[in-house]
């Protein structure tokens, strides 16, 4: 069954440390990959995309992610945390064949001064 | 323009009211989707509007009914709906159904509570 596993519900980081996101799906084929960032009573914003080409991907708010075949990973990475970044985080991804989103269960990320 | 709209902001109804919500969107995109977020879990697709034509039902209670008037408008008609039907329920749009055009963009959604 295609899935996209996200490690760790809760993430906890200081101000200005690194932030990490965990992200793995289960897939044959390459897949398009996604993360969203949702704010409380808010409707999901694209952070970043991957479909195809270069495998460490930038996106908005200086979050970037590595896509790696061999480790059917998607792993999400700030350098340095701000306040702002507090919000639930979802990986999600298009199956070759399916036109829908598989969706992980989402990493709520905490950002303490 | 890469906004989703969607009214309204919050809803109250009762188990025998009909009410509709509503989606637009004006970036051209033909794919449409309908989805179902309760608290603390990732959206559910519920379903999946390509060139107005409903392409996915995701086995869907029939008390929710979703139409598609044109290529920007989306709606969820909604008629004697149960109190487990409280959820968040967001639009979302793409270019296509087509791989590197999938790129969702969402609304910000409707709150849903149903008494």
């Known amino acids: 069954a295609q899935s996209v596993t996200q490690l760790g519900s809760h993430v906890s980081v200081s101000e200005g440390a690194l932030v990490l996101l965990r992200c793995n799906y289960s897939?044959?084929?390459?897949?398009?990959l996604f993360w969203y960032v949702q704010y409380p009573n808010q409707g999901l914003q694209l952070l970043l995309k991957?479909?195809?080409?270069?495998?460490l991907v930038k996106g908005i708010n200086g979050f970037e992610a590595e896509f790696k075949k061999s480790e059917t990973s998607f792993h999400l990475t700030k350098p340095s945390a701000h306040m702002s970044d507090a919000a639930e985080y979802f990986c999600a991804y298009k199956p070759g064949g399916y036109n829908k989103l598989i969706f992980g269960a989402g990493t709520r990320l905490a950002v303490h001064p | 323009d890469t906004e989703v709209t969607q009214t309204p902001k919050h809803l109250v109804m009762g188990m025998t009211n009909k009410k509709s919500l509503k989606c637009e969107q004006h970036?051209?995109?033909?794919?449409m989707y309908w989805y179902k977020q309760k608290a603390k879990k990732p959206p559910e697709l519920m379903f999946v509007?390509?060139?107005?034509?409903?392409?996915i039902n995701e086995s869907v209670p029939s008390r929710f009914s979703p139409e598609c008037p044109n290529s920007s408008l989306l709606n969820l008609h909604l008629h004697a709906l149960q109190p487990e039907d409280s959820a968040l329920y967001l639009c979302a749009s793409s270019q296509s159904l087509a791989g590197d055009a999938y790129e969702q963009y969402f609304g910000p959604g409707t709150r849903l509570t149903v008494t």
């Open positions: 991957y479909t195809t080409g270069a495998t």
């Open positions: 897939s044959s084929v390459p897949p398009y």
């Open positions: 970036m051209g995109h033909r794919a």
């Open positions: 509007y390509s060139y107005e034509k409903l392409s």
